[in-house]
């Protein structure tokens, strides 16, 4: 058993209190990883607020990390003590129906254990002051040590730098490949971006690279229009500068519509936007965005039979396994960036300031 460090999440809507936890040695086909780098994201914030239907709590939440392998269970052929590795809250088995259809990457292999926040046995392996702590989506990165099953870790290359290929882990991936996975963005496209946070960012820059002529940023926090240019935004736009619904500000500009809008906040009536500023007879809008348990979309349903389609993504449709190295590779030789998308690094006993400067837009 490992004593370390981490972030528990006692109760719902309360500050990550810093712990002393104890975890336990991986069982069969698990990993045990020391994780060395790990960001934060906005799915962490809606599972600690109480809003997820999933929340168990008290939890370690965390699922954008990166680290190397601690010790290794019986039957583990993937990985070996001291391989770089970043966990994978969507797994890939090989096996499942899922992982055999090359139209998903969702494999279904361990959702429902991970959903209740155990490992696949039905138990957890960390332990705080005599009480279980359970895992988050699979793999509960804001601990010093974590445990995760086999088909929840890619090996990557040892060269990268673990504070920044973490972001590989969830956001970066995501828009990355709703662009140019779920959507398949083609050349001269004219796309719409709603919201301009960190995924918003990485669809921006999956436009750009599958070469979309114009790209549109939407966002109400103006000082993010800057680094949206950056990563490939032709021009940023907010929807609170028009009297008009914002879909029909981007009709007007876009000649009847953009052909690819992208929903990267979680608010339906955003999705219902962004499904409607596309153009008719080929539009396509991607829902990237997680919105609130119980939350449903609407739109009329002549937007749909007038030839818009309506689509999602997870993890941007990437089979994590297999993709995550190679994505880690991309960034190495410059095809994609990570670097520019960190904004601020903190030691990790500063956790919950970095919560306060995500939800302050910072």
């Known amino acids: 058993v490992i004593k370390c460090k981490a972030a528990v999440a006692w109760e719902a809507g309360k500050p990550l209190s810093i712990e002393e936890v104890e975890v336990a040695p991986p069982k069969a086909h698990e990993v045990r990883i020391k994780i060395v780098a790990t960001a934060v994201c906005h799915t962490d914030a809606y599972t600690l607020s109480g809003a997820d239907p999933e929340g168990c709590f008290p939890v370690i939440l965390g699922h954008e990390g990166a680290g190397i392998v601690e010790s290794v269970g019986e039957g583990v052929t993937k990985v070996k003590k001291g391989d770089t590795v970043i966990p994978l809250y969507i797994p890939q088995c090989g096996e499942c129906k899922f992982c055999k259809n090359p139209k998903t990457n969702l494999c279904q292999k361990i959702r429902i254990t991970q959903g209740k926040g155990v490992m696949p046995d039905g138990t957890s392996r960390f332990t705080c002051k005599g009480k279980q702590i359970y895992h988050f989506m699979g793999t509960s990165t804001f601990s010093e040590y974590t445990v995760v099953a086999d088909i929840s870790v890619a090996k990557i290359d040892s060269a990268a730098p673990l504070d920044k290929v973490c972001l590989l882990g969830c956001g970066i991936s995501t828009g990355y490949g709703a662009a140019v996975n779920t959507a398949k963005v083609e050349p001269g496209s004219t796309c719409a971006v709603f919201g301009l946070g960190g995924v918003g960012l990485a669809v921006i820059m999956g436009c750009k690279i599958a070469g979309a002529s114009r790209i549109i940023g939407i966002d109400i926090n103006k000082d993010k229009y800057a680094k949206a240019k950056e990563f490939g935004a032709t021009e ?114 500063k956790i919950n300031e970095a919560f306060e400067l995500m939800h302050s837009g910072k």
């Open 236 to 349: 940023c736009i907010s929807p609170q500068d028009s009297k008009k619904p914002i879909q029909e500000v981007l009709v007007e500009m876009t000649d009847g519509g953009v052909d690819y809008s992208f929903e990267c906040i979680g608010n339906v009536g955003v999705m219902r936007a962004a499904l409607e500023a596309c153009h008719k007879g080929w539009g396509v809008s991607v829902i990237v965005g997680v919105a609130a348990s119980g939350q449903e979309i609407s739109t009329r349903p002549f937007q749909l039979v007038t030839g818009r389609t309506w689509k999602g993504t997870a993890f941007g449709g990437w089979k994590s396994v297999d993709n995550v190295p190679k994505l880690v590779n991309e960034y190495m030789s410059k095809k994609i960036k990570v670097d520019e998308f960190v904004t601020h690094t903190l030691p990790f006993d």
